[in-house]
């Protein structure tokens, strides 16, 4: 996982040779452009006219997604016990330890080029049952106070299954809806495109289908990637086609979010 990444920050850190906006009087190219300027200035006893422009080494500025949100939802309601829930909540834990570290590879990189990559990763954890409780808000970096935290929260397992209300948690964290439900306009950092990814997974069933899917089509409108892996069920695969999953052994599921996620990274590098 941070091998990916780290592609995409030697993608952003590497410099590049840009022409100077205006002419100078000295430079490495020809401006073609101002010829006529040049010449009139030296018709007019200007003894060095502006006829060149300057390259200088800037850092590459891209509008390609590389900045991006990852919001996971995991269910711990009662019939999340034993291997899946153990599974769950390792797999979690690595892969926002993985995203985490190379957050931290982001930082450490702007440190040496001195210049910013406007590349940033954040990942929020959500569990739920009947009700939904915000482990870890979006943010960069992993703790270890949110690590006991998640250990604890998906190792609980109780109630029913809320996916509806876990997509709006979503939703909410990624600022697609407000507080009080109404719909917002995100804004991209700086102009810079970001991405945003919501992985549920759930091993089948929901409260409330009709608005489990209401709240995952209002993500997708939004412009979200929601995956959903049903572990032992095919139910997920279903109700969230094309991005559903099936996954039969939960012991899988740490392979199955890393092949996921080094997809999510690679299409930000093509």
């Known amino acids: 996982m941070r091998a990916v990444w780290a592609r995409v920050i030697v993608e952003r850190a590497a410099p590049r040779r840009v022409a100077s ?125 949110v690590r006991r935290a998640v250990h604890g929260a998906i190792r609980s397992p109780r109630g029913s299954t809320n996916d509806g209300a876990a997509l709006r948690a979503a939703a909410l964290e990624l600022g697609v809806i407000a507080a009080d439900g109404a719909s917002t306009v995100p804004r991209a950092d700086g102009g810079l495109a970001r991405r945003r990814v919501v992985i549920l997974v759930s091993d089948g069933g929901s409260n409330d289908p009709v608005a489990a899917e209401h709240a995952l089509r209002r993500l997708r409108r939004s412009g979200v990637e929601v995956h959903g892996i049903g572990i032992g069920t095919a139910d997920l695969a279903d109700r969230y086609a094309p991005q559903g999953r099936t996954l039969r052994d939960a012991r899988a599921l740490p392979e199955m979010l890393h092949g996921l996620l080094l997809d999510d990274v690679e299409r930000t590098i093509r």
Not at 105 to 124: F, K, N, Y
């Open 21 to 145: 906006a205006r002419p100078s009087a000295a430079g490495d190219d020809l401006a073609a452009e101002s010829l006529a300027q040049a010449v009139a200035e030296s018709l007019a006893g200007v003894p060095r006219p502006r006829a060149f422009r300057d390259r200088a080494l800037r850092m590459r500025r891209t509008r390609r997604s590389g900045s991006t949100d990852y919001v996971l939802l995991v269910d711990r309601s009662a019939s999340m016990q034993g291997a899946a829930a153990e599974a769950a909540a390792d797999a979690m834990l690595i892969m926002t330890e993985a995203l985490a570290g190379a957050a931290r590879d982001v930082e450490a990189a702007e440190r040496a080029s001195g210049a910013p990559l406007e590349l940033d990763i954040r990942t929020a954890l959500i569990v739920f049952d009947s009700a939904v409780d915000a482990v870890k808000p979006l943010s960069a970096g992993l703790d270890d106070q």
